[in-house]
């Protein structure tokens, strides 16, 4: 009994004497300095100049001078006054405003950006296809009102090309004989074209011969 303890010991011993004589793990930290490139968004306010902008008009409307001068200083420069755009305005016939904004479209080239044209001719524009929906820009105007007499031509299928302006002011001047054929329940301050066509055969028929003449249809 006493050998197979003094053999346990040895092994104890052994195994001690090896545990205390096997090498140590020593960890050590070392900082190593490394460079990394950050990149940080900054917001940088920089003034930038906004080229001027230019708006072309044309306009087969007010032709006169005197009514020229009053367009331009009336309605054009307050505006350009109040949104830092400056108007090209230029006054064209109907025909040669037409074939030249044909020309531009043609080359796709296209330099007008608004035009003026009387009610009789915007079909011409709108079966060429050269004009665009406005009804989101119209929309937004809450303080303006457009008689729907004024759209038959500036609406076409439910969408506005045109938006009507008042440009030209048309008189009528009748002898004070032609009141005696007035028609029954019109008033010369309300008449109606209606009113005004029977009035017109009346005279005719009164007189023998036709008497009106009409100017600018």
Not at 13 to 25: F, N, R
Not at 50 to 72: C, D, H, K, N, Y
Not at 124 to 130: K, L, M, S, V
Not at 189 to 201: G, I, K, R
Request: glycine residues 6%; hydrophobic residues 45%; aromatic residues 10%.
């Amino acid at each position: 009994m006493n050998k197979r303890m003094a053999f346990a010991l040895a092994v104890v011993l052994v195994v001690s004497l090896l545990a205390a004589c096997a090498p140590k793990t020593v960890t050590v930290t070392v900082e190593v300095p490394v460079e990394r490139t950050v990149e940080v968004e900054k917001t940088v306010e920089v003034p930038v100049e906004v080229p001027a902008q230019t708006l072309v008009l044309s306009s087969e409307m007010f032709a006169p001078p005197a009514e020229q001068e009053f367009f331009i200083n009336e309605i054009l420069k307050p505006f350009e006054e109040e949104t830092g755009i400056t108007v090209n305005f230029q006054v064209i016939k109907g025909e040669d405003l037409f074939d030249r904004v044909t020309v531009q479209q043609q080359t796709g080239h296209v330099t007008t950006d608004l035009v003026l044209v009387f009610n009789g001719r915007f079909s011409w524009w709108t079966d060429a296809g050269y004009v665009m929906p406005l009804d989101e820009v119209v929309s937004q105007w809450t303080d303006r009102t457009i008689l729907p007499a004024f759209d038959r031509n500036a609406v076409v299928d439910g969408t506005r090309y045109f938006v009507p302006i008042s440009a030209d002011v048309y008189l009528t001047i009748a002898n004070n004989k032609a009141l005696d054929y007035l028609p029954e329940g019109a008033s010369i301050d309300s008449l109606t074209y209606e009113q005004y066509a029977d009035w017109a055969v009346a005279i005719a028929e009164g007189e023998g011969e036709g008497k009106v003449c009409v100017t600018g249809v």
